[in-house]
T-cell receptor, first 118, second 110 residues
């Protein structure tokens, strides 16, 4: 149980285009989903926290108009990288906190999405 | 803002050697989690420790939570090439979001 999927797993796009990444909790409902960014051989950097049906909370330094987050249901959150540029190339990972956990400490991570902007 | 200092950042050892990774903070955590991540994949939870002084064992891995719940360690006995990966600690303060350490890249050579 507690499986989180991400789609696509890898994406290559041209500079200036927008890319949407989906994060789904497959066998549980998630009150909160998190989006992280990870550079090679580095730790996870939290980008934003999204709660179902409300606006996402972005970490300091993360542009909300650049990284659009939608959390339309208890099992799906999307991250759209708008007008992507080469510096946006990175590994994006989502995680989900089960409704039943009652807190944000319990997070199940997706397999990540590798984004390469040419 | 909570900070979680993880050390060492990089470790290269021979198969069969032992190693310890440390995570330290000035903040008290309600729980602390250890993850292992392989290249191109998401982190996989190894263990969660919640009680001060708690020790958990997972085969050759031993996890310890400090008495004051501010620090933790991961000890691997007789490391194997399959243990190679990025090890991450993450702490949370009573229901809040996780704070990650910088990570430890472990390479075990055969």
């Amino acid at each position: 149980g507690a499986v989180v999927s991400q789609h696509p797993s890898r994406v290559i796009c041209k500079s200036g285009t927008s890319v949407k990444i989906e994060c789904r909790s497959l066998d549980f409902q998630a009150t909160t989903m998190f989006w992280y960014r990870q550079f090679p051989k580095q730790s996870l950097m939290l980008m934003a926290t999204s709660n179902e049906g409300s606006k996402a909370t972005y970490e300091q330094g993360v542009e909300k108009d650049k990284f659009l987050i939608n959390h339309a249901s208890l099992t799906l959150s999307t991250l759209t990288v708008t007008s992507a540029h080469p510096e946006d190339s990175s590994f994006y990972i989502c995680s989900a906190s089960p409704v039943l956990s009652g807190n944000q400490e319990t997070q199940y991570f997706g397999p990540g999405t590798r984004l390469l902007v040419l | 803002t909570q900070l979680l200092e993880q050390s060492p950042q990089f470790l290269s050892i021979q198969e069969g050697e032992n190693l310890t990774v440390y995570c330290n903070s000035s903040s008290v955590f309600s729980s602390l989690q250890w993850y292992r991540q392989e290249p191109g994949e998401g982190p996989v939870l190894l263990v969660t420790v919640v009680t001060g002084g708690e020790v958990k064992k997972l085969k050759r891995l031993t996890f310890q939570f400090g008495d004051a719940r501010k620090d933790s360690s991961l000890h691997i006995t007789a490391a194997q090439p399959g243990d190679t990966g990025l090890y991450l600690c993450a702490g949370a303060e009573y229901g809040n979001k996780l704070v990650f350490g910088a990570g430890t890249i472990l390479r075990v050579k055969s």
